[in-house]
């Protein structure tokens, strides 16, 4: 794609500066102290709650006990790539980590405008989309990792398009060995038989998984670390009545004990019925890689995305800060962009439907209405995310099930 000019770089960095310091005065102006808008946010109000209680101690522990700590749901390299802040003094580890979340924000806003050729007005409606999203602000309160692989799965579109296959597959592995779900964005590769890049993306899993842990921590530690590491997400099941928890049949659960209906039976069925929607986008990223749409393999990580909470049991807010570029990116493509095929109709009275849902869930993921909810207790429970990505998802259905058909029969 063509490098943007010096000129709407100069703009779009200035409008950008100019909606943080808004977002910023929006933010002191409702809660006056950091302390407060995480208290509101969350049960934390220290920097980093998860940083400071989980990841720090594990960086400390992980040459030591082998073993993950309680409460650590990630991989071996994520342990040592802690161990480098754990190195240092706490209140120098919590800074380095703010920094590090920090570049993570402004690599996400520029991610939008290197992977959607959108215009300047739209580059800046993604920037304050994105700095006004409660996913955005519930993971810089806990200091968690759902920035840095969302940044890094669309860090490796990024170096795709330009090219250099390598390091994104690198980006890919790095991704996977924080959370293990980013292994699904392999599929759009494999939908296209695209072999090369899946060896090695594999490659740099089995790296980043295996290879390094053995390495630093020996085969039997990583092996031990493994299986603690089962252990915990065996042991997971306290996940179900978190009203933080935005994955589907959670959702379902809480919502249908508030109406007095005992469904907890019914999980199973739930699951079933929420992996077949995951299911449903995976069959739809195949029609879209054999059709070859316009921008297909953003199609294909943008649908893997909205996926996520019908498959990742432990959906937080923090792994959905991707819905404030599916808002967007949908917003572009409805306005702005170009169909995803040049057959692709344009109906008005589809436009206006998908917009009004566009619109209802910016809405429900924003700052604003959840000051107005003024519960985060309440606003997870009755799961304000996982409707705004639904909504989202739904939208891509339907801008996207007719070509995906069109393309079967073809």
Known sequence: MPAPSRGRALWFALGSLGIALLVFAYLVYTWRTLPELQAAIDTCTQPFCDFTTFYYPMGKAVFRSGTPLEGFMYAPFTALLLALFSSLAIHTSIVLWGLLQAGCVVLYLLLFRWLVPASLRFQLLFVFIALTSFPLWHNLSWGQVGIITTVAVLGMLTLLERGRRLSAAALLGFAASFKFFPFIFLAPFAFRRDFRFLLLASLACVAFLVVVPGILMGPGDTLTFYRGLLGTLAASEWVVNNYNSQYFPHVLLRLSGEMGLSARPYLPLFNIFSFSLAVLSLVLVYFVQRARLLH?????????????????????????????????????????????RPDAPRNQLTTGILLTLLVLSISLSNMVTFYLIGDHEVYGFLGFIFWANLLCLIASYILLIPLGLSSARS
């Not at 297909?296 to 990742?312: M, Q, T, V, Y």
């Open 296 to 340: 297909a393999d953003l199609w294909s990580i943008h649908l893997l995305f909205l996926s996520i909470p019908f498959f990742l049991k432990t959906s937080w807010p923090v792994d959905l800060v991707y819905i404030s570029f599916a808002q967007a990116f949908l917003s572009w493509q409805l306005l702005e962009g170009k169909p995803p």
